[in-house]
Each structure stands twice: as C-alpha cells, then as structure tokens.
C-alpha cells in the first residue's frame, strides 16, 4: 500500500516529489496526485500527522485506475545520444513524442521519462555526474576496517567500530569509534555527527544494515523503528542506498577509503588503552583531514563546509535521547520482563504483546501505537519491579502498603503468638521484604479461618519448634489441632447439619441389605 502519510511528511520537509518517490517506492505521478488531492482537501502535515495511513488513503486514494499502455522508448539509444555535444535529455523526449504521435502511440509524460531513463542508467551501471546541493544529504556508514585497544581489565585485545559520516557537497566528514555496532551506538553516533555539524542535512543516506533498515527491496523500505524516530524527531528524511549499489553514496565509500588512509592509517602504530583515548587521537586527525588542502582545485572542506553550513536545517532544543524498541507479553502478574528487570501495566494487557521503548533513563509500554505505562528504568544484576498501584486488580491494591511494622501491629493485636511468628518469618530472611510474603499468606489465613483460631494455631506451632513456618500454621488450621475435641466435634455438627439440608442421607435400612 502506498504510504501516503510520508508522501505529505516528506514534502513538508522541503523533499523534492522525485526523491519522495523513490523514497515511498512509487510513481512520481503518484506523488504529485497525492499532493494534489491532498491541497484540494486542505491537507497538511500538520493536520494529517494524527491519522493512520489507513485513514488518510480513504481520502487521497482515487476511486479507480485506468492502466495505459505507453509506448517503450529505447534508452540504449538515448544513453548514447546523451554521449554527444549539445543533447539534452528535454530533446530527446520531444523527439520520442514526435515519433509515438506519427505512429499513433502514448508517450510518457515528461517526468516519468527521466524516471525511467535513471532506472535504466542504474541498472546498467552507466555512469552519471550527480551534482550535490549544500546542506541536503548526510551519507553515513561503519567502516570495514577496524582498530584494536588493549582492554586494562583483562589485558585483552578489543576491536573498535569506526563511524563515517559525510557531507557529499563539501566532503566535510566526521569519524568516532565506538565498542559495537548495535543500535544505540548507531544511534549516539548520528547525534553526536549532527552536533559536530551544527546542523542537519535533509536526507540521510545509509547502507542497509539493520540498525538502520529492516527492509530494502524495489517495491518496499522498512526503516528500523529506532531510526525513523530519530529522523523525525530531527526533520530529516531516510532514503537507503539500494543493496548491492555503492554508486549510490559513492561519497562516503570515497572517504571510508580516506579516512582508512589518512587517519586509521596515521594510528596504527599507536597503542590504545580505552575508547576515549582513541577518539581523541581521531579527532586531531580528523581536523588535519578536513583542512587538507585539495589536489584537483582550489580550498579544503572546512572552507566549502562553511558555505554549506548555512543550508543546513537548525538543531532541537535537546538532542535525541537514542532509545531501542522490544516486543513483550504482560505476565499474568501484570508485569512485563526486559533485561530481567520487570515492569507493570494495567491489569487489561494480561497475555497481549506490547511494544517497549527503552531509552536510558525511561521504559514506556505501548499497545497499538498508544502509551499505556511508563517506570523510571531499572539498574542492577539482580531482578527487580517496578509497580504502579493503579495497575493492580483491586483485589490486589488493598495488600500493596504493607511493610513489616504493619505487620507486627496486626499480629500484636491479635495475640503475642501470632506476634511472635510474624516476627520469625520477618527475621528469618537477610532482607525484611523477604518475608512479606509469608506474612500476607498469614493475613489471609485470617480471613479463612477467624482471628481467634490462627492465634490458638501459632500458640500449637510455637509449642513445637522455636522456627515457625508457614507450612506448619496452615495444617495445623486444616487439621484443626488448633481446637479442643469438643470444638471439633461441634464444627463437625455443624458442618454436617449444614450440609443435610442440601443432601441425601441414607438411614440404617439402607445398609441392612438381603431383606425385602
């Protein structure tokens, strides 16, 4: 389905219609259709940023299609004509129309003419000359070649992630290394490129691993959910370099080359003991690279990065907080596990998937696209919870602001054996919150069975060893050893009297047997 949404999200950002379609996978006639009904509809990004694209293609998508049969032109000819002095590709489609008008055929319209001209110079990897404005593309990419640190901990070689970014107009670039490739170092990486450059580009052009695309094929691109949040929150658009196509950010292959040469090179008889030290050394070369003089022409990229300074799109107030996203099932406790740490959400979600963003300081729990809870987020080796009361069945909410000296009140107004178990079970853990839970099964016990028995049963437990357990109080009150024979006898009655209204009784002629 088209993704009409970023056909209007990207136009806003002053994308042109022809990198919009290759972005969304479709036609550039698409793109201006859509734009088109869009502005019949008084639509814009702004109004629309709110809908599902769902609802938006009711609006925008037309009624029905009328497929034409154009007439192919014979691109092979044109690539050759376009060898020649004085040809423009404008001439040749006026000439390709006066030959489908003679014969009677549909041409193409202008724009998808030069459309499928770029395909085919693609496809056939012929060479083009692709001009660069200022401040509109950031090409980015990991290095192939990697630098080795000795670990001080452990003595141990560690490789190091090297990060290229560029700026194809000026060929002003930015280099960090970082311990791993994976999705918050992609992530800092490009923060750390925008606020080197003071500014962001318009477009930003990576490879397609999968921190930064899921998916990149002719009829759809899936960008990793991480990464379109951050070109979002930055007023950027992600258009992937096609797989198996380095022509298509040739710049930043061009400068990893140099880079490796100038800078990686310069380092390798250096010695590196932590990831700092070495950023630092790559940052002094990193300046010699910028402010190398050209050999072809005239200046260096500091001086056409300054020119192209001013076209970039201005920082947010605060950079981006990186973040990655998880998929959880809510517990039966209501809960959800993320790096063993657990969090809880409203009671509802019991067994539904949820989506988790972590950032650094924040967990936030989604379900369909919406935020249904949020924690602090949790640090430690060991496991942990976070819980919102408000999460809670309610049967649940009534325990949750227990803590052991309400539990010793409670036991002491029911009697001093009662008292003197909950304070073994209390004290009988290194940590006090150990024992609530044999205390709150204890409280419970209560409520089964009366205040009066769980105290005559603590008082028979405590008879019998110093280290009550909570095993012990509930067969102790399912037995009834708690009760004198006269009191079991009577709860017998009663258990029997109550239950001879609701059964059959069979008297003693039944069991005589033999007799008619």
């Known amino acids: 389905m088209i993704n009409y949404k970023e056909i209007l999200r990207l136009k806003s950002l002053g994308i042109t219609n022809t990198q919009i379609a290759r972005s969304c ?3 550039r006639t698409t793109v201006v259709k859509t734009l088109k009904r869009a502005e019949e509809s008084s639509f814009t990004w702004e109004k629309v940023s709110s809908l599902s694209n769902e609802d938006l293609a009711r609006i925008i998508m037309p009624d029905s299609t009328i497929y034409i049969t154009y007439y192919q032109p014979d691109y092979e000819y044109i690539h050759r004509e376009m060898a020649k002095s004085g040809v423009t590709l404008s001439l040749l489609w006026m000439e390709y129309c006066e030959q489908c008008h003679a014969s009677g055929s549909i041409p193409y319209k202008q724009t998808q003419f030069y459309k499928y001209y770029r395909d085919f110079v693609h496809k056939t990897k012929a060479t083009m000359h692709l001009e660069h404005r200022p401040g509109e593309i950031m090409e980015v ?22 990060f290229v970014s560029v700026l194809p107009y000026s060929g002003y670039a930015y280099v960090e290394g970082f311990l791993s490739q994976n999705q918050e170092n ?13 500014g962001v580009t318009r477009i930003l052009v990576p490879d397609n691993l999968k921190t930064g695309v899921i998916k990149n094929t002719r009829y759809e691109t899936v960008i990793n959910k991480t990464y379109l949040e951050l070109a979002e929150y930055y007023g950027t658009a992600i258009i992937p370099a096609r ?22 090179g310069a380092l390798r008889n250096q010695q590196f003991l932590s990831l700092r030290e070495f950023n630092e050394a790559v940052h002094k070369k990193l300046v010699e690279f910028n402010t190398k003089e050209f050999q072809m022409k005239d200046g260096c990229r500091a001086l056409l990065f300054e020119e192209e300074k001013r076209y970039l799109l201005p920082l947010p107030e605060k950079p981006f907080e990186p973040a990655t996203w998880k998929t959880a099932t809510v517990q039966y406790n209501y809960h959800i596990t993320v790096d063993h740490k657990n969090y809880s959400c409203p009671y509802e979600y019991i067994k539904k998937k949820v989506d988790v963003r972590i950032s650094r300081n924040i967990v936030e729990i989604f379900f369909n696209g919406t935020r249904i809870a949020s924690h602090p987020r949790l640090y430690g080796n060991s496991p942990q919870y976070s819980t919102v009361q408000e999460h809670m069945p309610l049967d649940h909410q009534k325990y949750v602001r227990w803590d052991g000296q309400r539990f010793k009140k409670w036991a002491g107004d029911i009697g001093p054996n009662t008292y003197a178990v909950v304070t073994s079970f209390l004290t009988s853990h290194k940590v006090e919150q150990q024992g609530y839970k044999s205390c709150m099964a204890l409280l419970k016990l209560a409520d089964k069975y009366s205040l009066i028995r769980l105290e005559k049963a603590c008082k028979y437990s405590l008879s019998l060893t110093d280290r009550p357990s909570l095993k012990s109080v509930q067969i102790i009150l399912r037995s009834g050893k708690d009760m004198t024979v006269k009191e079991r006898d009577d709860t017998m009655a009663e258990t029997t009297d109550c239950s001879s209204q609701y059964a059959f009784t069979r008297g003693p002629d039944y069991y005589r047997g033999g007799e008619d």
Do not use: Y
Not at 186 to 198: G, I, K, L, Q, R
């Open 186 to 198: 992609w992530t800092t990486a490009h923060v750390n490129a925008f606020n080197f450059f003071s």
């Open 243 to 264: 797989p198996r196509s380095p022509k298509d950010k040739a710049t930043v292959e061009k400068s990893v080359n140099l880079v490796s040469t100038w800078i990686l």
């Open 25 to 27: 996978h479709c036609s």
């Open 141 to 162: 990419d990991w290095a192939g070649q990697k630098v080795q640190m000795i670990d001080t901990d452990t003595g141990e070689p560690v490789k190091i992630s090297i």
